[in-house]
Structures are given as C-alpha cells and as structure tokens.
C-alpha cells in the first residue's frame, strides 16, 4: 500500500514556475514508477510524464515537453514536477499516481498507475 500526498499547488501568471511535490509512504517508493495527470474542469483525466525508479527515464506529454522536468528524490520518498513557462491551459488539479513494476512508454492512461493523490490546484492566469 502506498499513500501518495500531494503540495505545492497554487495560483501562478501565465509565463511563472511553480514545483508541485508529491510525498509518498511505505518503505518500497525507489521500486515504483512515479507519474503526474492533471484534469481540467470538465475535460478526462490526462497523462503529463512519468518516471522510472532510478530516474533514468521519463515520458511527457507533448504540450508540455521543455517546460516541465519531472524527477524523483528516493532517499525523501518524494516525486517532484517543476513546472516553468507556465501557461493558462496548464490550468487543472494535478494528481501524482504510482505503479510497481519497471517504466514503459505506454503508461499514459489512468488505469496504469495503481496508487493516487488527492489532487493539487494548479491556475495559471492570464
């Protein structure tokens, strides 16, 4: 069992930066591959990176490719989204998920990842 908590949500102008961390528990967090979804009001939950356990590898959604760095610190359990050139469409709750087992490229749907946040807000204006 793995408890995921989100933070570092927040108002932002468009063109800002914001780092989202999501902390997790249990003992095994270095042997999951971390991911990030964000759903915007009245849009389907949508895949915005993943990341292997050793943080060798990473997947990202297109829109979101050389603004966002996802990336892993296993000695705090915490997986990190920087989040620069932000932009009024990145506007959504975004979610940290969790799956065991190695990364592979098509984890990018909702029902691959086993473990979820709560959520945190992310509005960008404009």
């Known amino acids: 069992q793995v408890h995921l908590v989100e933070s570092g949500g927040g108002l932002v102008q468009a063109g800002g930066s914001l780092r989202l961390s999501c902390a997790a528990s249990?003992?095994?967090?270095?042997?999951?591959?971390m991911g990030w979804f964000r759903q915007a009001p009245g849009k389907e939950r949508e895949f915005v990176a993943a990341l292997s356990w050793s943080g060798g590898a990473t997947y990202y959604l297109d829109s979101v490719k050389g603004r966002f760095t996802i990336s892993r610190d296993n000695a705090k359990n915490t997986v990190y989204l920087q989040m620069n050139s932000l932009k009024p469409e990145d506007t959504a709750v975004y979610y940290c998920?969790?799956?065991?087992?190695?990364?592979?490229?098509?984890?990018?749907?909702?029902?691959?990842?086993?473990?979820w946040g709560q959520g945190t807000q992310v509005t960008v204006s404009s």
């Open positions: 249990g003992r095994t967090f270095s042997r999951y591959v």
């Open positions: 998920a969790c799956r065991s087992g190695p990364l592979r490229s098509y984890y990018t749907e909702s029902y691959d990842y086993n473990y």
